[in-house]
């Protein structure tokens, strides 16, 4: 994936695949002999949604070709049809494009509802449970925590949510392309392909459940998702089938390649092969720190792939020169309490050895 040092920040922007640039720069190519859109990159295009609906679970239909992650929230949060008093689930702790969408729609009458729980907590079903009421309508949450890389525990929050009519929503970004993230009972699911996917940042996939087709209308309105022949505008609105649906207008073709070629790169290498080599990584990490003396954020579960270390007392500059040194790549996190987390997120590409060395630059906390 990277020839130059150790990339060990997937979780934040990785490096796309050398397959995504192939297929990037072939659309290039193209597109400067004026075929930007021609049939062979509509078959890809229905191609792309096809691969992400396998990762995701889901019909083909159902899979939106939309990037950043906000801009799917966003649009769940914009075009469902809310009633003033209904209620909305949502982690404070969560990352921003998590949170506001859900904030904004006090404008709308809706009263947002904070999940409570302390900084490093899993959310568990009992933690969603104690906020619900009769006018909740939606709950949103992400797949994964940014800083922890603690999962929700969704084979339980999913099916109670669906008992009771509430729709469910996620922010899949930090685990499509890592770990599993097919859940039947979530109606929305939002992922930029960035991180995990290791494809181009501004592509992405938004996953709307034919089940809640006429409760979400499209927010966002133009001739690629309402029905204009001839590019002529008309009276009465019909929407187009399938993900177009909440496609408004003209799609990030060259971005939507480098998705597809980095998932398919990921299916060739088998999901569960995938997984299991980066979560292997990830225990590795978490072995070798709490040796070293380090507190890892988020306590002792060990079913997650991003790694969080607490800063020590000598703080992490020592730390971070050697690592600088040494082109080992990581991301250095603020929490909630103030605290700056070291963030290790490995992937497919990386290699025991890697790890290794990375623990050995790491030194003690002491």
């Not at 659309?27 to 691969?51: D, F, M, P, Y």
């Not at 927010?219 to 590019?231: A, H, I």
Request: hydrophobic residues 40%; glycine residues 10%.
């Amino acid at each position: 994936m990277t020839r130059q040092g150790i990339f060990l920040a997937h979780a934040a922007v990785a490096p796309i695949s050398g397959p995504a640039r192939q297929a990037m720069d072939a659309w290039s190519e193209s597109a400067t002999h004026g075929q930007q859109e021609n049939l062979e990159i509509w078959k890809r295009v229905r191609q792309t949604r096809e691969i992400a609906a396998r990762f995701l679970g889901c019909d083909w239909e159902e899979v939106s070709l939309l990037g950043p992650t906000a801009l799917g929230l966003g649009l769940v949060a914009l075009g469902l049809s809310w009633k003033p008093g209904d209620e909305v689930v949502y982690d404070p702790l969560d990352y921003p494009a998590n949170v506001y969408p859900w904030l904004d729609l006090v404008r709308r009458g809706v009263r947002p509802v904070p999940l409570k729980r302390q900084p490093g907590e899993a959310i568990r079903w009992e933690t969603v449970q104690a906020v619900l009421s009769p006018k909740t309508r939606l709950v949103s949450l992400a797949t994964a925590h940014y800083l922890s890389g603690l999962l929700p525990e969704l084979s339980r929050i999913g099916p109670e949510l669906k008992k009771r009519g509430v729709l469910l929503c996620l922010d899949g970004i930090q685990t499509l392309g890592v770990l599993p993230t097919a859940f039947p009972e979530a109606d929305f699911l939002a992922a930029d392909a960035h991180k995990w996917m290791l494809g181009p940042v501004g592509a992405g996939v938004l996953m709307v459940r034919k089940r809640v087709w006429e409760q979400l209308h499209p927010p966002l309105l133009g001739s690629w998702n309402v029905v204009s022949p001839e590019f002529l505008a008309q009276t009465k609105m019909e929407f187009e089938g399938e993900g177009r649906r909440y496609e408004p207008g003209s799609l990030n073709l060259p971005g939507i390649e480098g998705m597809r070629a980095s998932l398919e790169l990921l299916e060739s290498l088998g999901r569960e092969s995938v997984t299991d080599h980066v979560l292997g990584l990830a225990c590795q990490v978490r072995e070798g720190a709490r040796k070293a003396g380090f507190h890892i954020y988020g306590g002792r579960d060990e079913n997650r792939v991003i790694t969080s270390l607490v800063e020590p007392r000598g703080g992490w500059e020592p730390v971070k020169k050697r690592m600088e040194e040494e082109h080992v790549r990581l991301s250095w996190r603020k929490e909630h309490e103030g605290k700056v987390l070291l963030r290790v997120s490995p992937h497919a590409s990386n290699t025991v050895g890697e790890i290794q060395k990375f623990l050995s630059l790491l030194g003690t906390a002491d």
